[in-house]
């Protein structure tokens, strides 16, 4: 084990009881283990990655509601824009 490693199973075995429970309830959320999920707590900490779950959880829940664009519809809009772009200078030269 490197030391990086030591210091965050130190830290894990640090914690407090309530930030174990946020540890927990964390990795349910992401529906990972406490352990994988607390690398990325150690180095960015609890609020950063909580808000990171809910973004994941939040999107997920656009989409099964329908409320995003289809990645082919966003690409060919992508395409016609430079398209355009392109004519535009070859116009202007």
């Not at 990086?4 to 990972?32: G, M, P, T």
Request: no cysteine; glycine share 4%.
């Amino acid at each position: 084990m490197n030391s990086r490693q030591k210091k965050q199973a130190e830290a894990l075995a640090a914690l407090s009881a309530a930030d174990r429970v946020r540890l927990e309830r964390l990795a349910a959320l992401a529906q990972v283990t406490a352990e994988h999920l607390w690398p990325e707590v150690w180095q960015y900490g609890f609020d950063d990655v909580e808000e990171s779950i809910q973004a994941d959880l939040d999107a997920d829940a656009d989409i099964a509601a329908g409320r995003t664009i289809p990645n082919e519809e966003v690409m060919a809009q992508a395409r016609r824009i430079v398209e355009a772009h392109v004519k535009l200078k070859r116009k202007t030269g």
